[in-house]
């Protein structure tokens, strides 16, 4: 069964054929019932045990479809345009802009949102949009590594690694390389596209004039009143942010970090004018992948088949920092272009569960985390969120092949893993 469901996976993400993957997943945990892996009883109770995950994506996903409502990131792309003085410099400061921009909402949802709004840039200056393209894709891949609610397979890690303050654990630990990381991935890029940028001619010189602030001035009670997530995300975010890294100090103060974001996400629901919309905006596929998700690898774990992957996967237990951090990075790096990023770190929790990580091995958790999310900059197979934005692309006529992103994508990976396994292993 998890062959079959593993292989359809791998299919669709060469060929571009086939079902897709929440439909793969999906059946692949009906399957489990009749195969005799799992009862009706025992799916239930898992997926009851994978709410909190669930919840909290579902939350992230009305966030981001409120911003994109509320025109918020198409506000940051203008302004983003108006910081590079000369064109040379978009690449930079795009990278940096997204990077961090993804760090605070999803990075799936950012690609979506994202991908139109740097073609409508691209037209409006007179450039080819395939290198804003790839600045995004690598900027959510990079900047996503910093908070658990970055990307989807940082979510899962912090849900079930056990780690007590996960937004506190992934700062200590990913702040520094994801900063040096943002920094030296936008230097390369600057140099790499600066000769695909728009001239510096009047056109680009009305683009940057036309730039607006990055906070508007007056009108704030009005502006609330009709895009109240600008108020609510902006305090959900902190409340998470802050409760967490204040539990890593006082355990008494500790909430869990999804009934934060839900609860931030139903207030939003009942102020938000356009609360129809910003639901049909979710996307409810990438849920149903990961309720299929969870019960497939319970399947997994159940069935003998992770217990049996422990012989053959060179993965060495605690105690073993520096190889450990090599060789779950590298894992991840080959894995995550196999299966996709998400796939591979559930199958790689129990796994690690098994031989012995918890809650007091937080770096091998980070490498697990940040590795699998910089595989995205390998391959285009390498992450849903590549995915995403090859399908977004290709509606509006861009044809994205998968030997450009690995040649534009490689040294970006090349940069960013070199950092983290570094800075990982001498814990920094």
Request: net charge positive; charged share 10%; aromatic share 8%.
């Amino acid at each position: 069964m998890l062959a079959a469901v593993f292989a359809a996976a791998v299919v669709r993400q060469v060929t571009g054929r086939g079902p897709p993957l929440w439909v793969a997943f999906a059946l692949g945990a009906v399957v489990t019932i009749p195969l005799g892996v799992l009862s009706v009883p025992d799916v239930a109770t898992e997926l009851a045990s994978s709410a909190p995950t669930l919840a909290f994506l579902f939350a992230l996903f009305v966030f981001a479809s409120a911003l994109e409502s509320a025109g918020a990131l198409d506000h940051l792309a203008r302004w983003l345009v108006g910081r590079a003085r000369r064109p040379g410099d978009l690449p930079f400061f795009l990278f940096v802009g997204f990077g961090l921009a993804s760090a605070l909402m999803i990075n799936d949802a950012l690609v979506l949102i994202g991908a139109p709004i740097l073609i409508g840039v691209a037209l409006r200056l007179g450039v080819a949009p395939k290198p804003l393209l790839f600045v995004l894709a690598f900027a959510v891949t990079v900047g996503s590594t910093l908070t658990p609610f970055g990307n989807p397979q940082n979510l899962l890690v912090a849900g079930a690694s056990g780690l007590a303050s996960p937004v506190a654990t992934f700062l200590r630990y990913l702040a520094l390389p994801t900063a040096l990381n943002l920094l030296l991935g936008g230097w390369y890029l600057r140099g790499a596209y600066r000769d695909r940028m728009p001239p510096d001619d009047d056109r680009y010189a009305r683009a940057r004039a036309e730039a607006p602030p990055l906070w508007p001035t007056g009108g704030w009670g009005r502006r609330l009143v009709e895009r109240p997530v600008l108020g609510v995300f902006p305090v959900t975010l902190g409340a998470i942010v802050g409760l967490s890294v204040t539990a890593a100090f006082v355990p008494a103060w500790s909430l869990p970090s999804w009934e934060i974001a839900l609860g931030g996400a139903v207030v939003l629901l009942a102020l938000s004018p356009l609360r129809s919309t910003d639901l049909r905006r979710v996307n409810w596929s990438v849920l149903l992948l990961f309720a299929g998700l969870f019960v497939v690898v319970d399947g997994a774990v159940r069935g003998g088949v992770i217990a049996g992957l422990e012989s053959f996967l060179p993965i060495p237990g605690p105690g073993h920092t520096p190889i450990a951090v090599g060789a779950i990075v590298g894992s991840s790096l080959v894995g995550s272009q196999l299966v996709s990023n998400v796939p591979w770190v559930a199958l790689q929790i129990p796994l690690l569960t098994s031989v012995g990580y918890g809650a007091g091995t937080p770096i091998a958790w980070m490498a697990l985390a940040a590795g699998s999310t910089l595989a995205g900059s390998v391959t285009l197979l390498g992450a849903i969120s590549n995915v995403i934005l090859v399908d977004a692309a290709e509606r509006r006529g861009i044809t994205i092949r998968l030997g450009e992103f690995v040649r534009n994508g490689l040294p970006i990976a090349a940069i960013t893993v070199a950092v983290l396994v570094v800075c990982l292993s001498v814990g920094l």
